[in-house]
């Protein structure tokens, strides 16, 4: 996770994080965050589109004696992709009168 966080970082120098929801039952900790930036820098073949992005997260981890000692990652980055490649919108017919 390590290296994609530098990857992020990298192409997009204002990335942040915000946790949204931490839910905490027996020995697991759930964590929903936004992950946000400016694509400022070539990410996973993709030039910059200066574009401001989202993408959601999840992580559960089991804790014991205090310590993380495992952690499920998931994201949309399925949805980020799509971010970096959209086109923009085409005009209405009413934006043309």
Request: negative net charge; charged residues 20%; without cysteine.
């Amino acid at each position: 996770m390590a290296i994609q966080i530098a990857l992020f970082r990298r192409a997009m120098p204002d990335y942040d994080v915000t946790h949204e929801d931490l839910i905490a039952a027996g020995d697991e900790v759930a964590v929903r965050n936004t992950v946000s930036g400016t694509h400022q820098g070539g990410f996973m073949g993709h030039q910059p589109t200066g574009r401001r992005i989202e993408m959601r997260t999840m992580d559960i981890h089991q804790v014991r004696d205090g310590t993380i000692v495992t952690t499920w990652h998931l994201e949309d980055f399925a949805g980020l992709m799509a971010q970096l490649t959209a086109v923009p919108e085409a005009p209405t017919p009413e934006a043309w009168a």
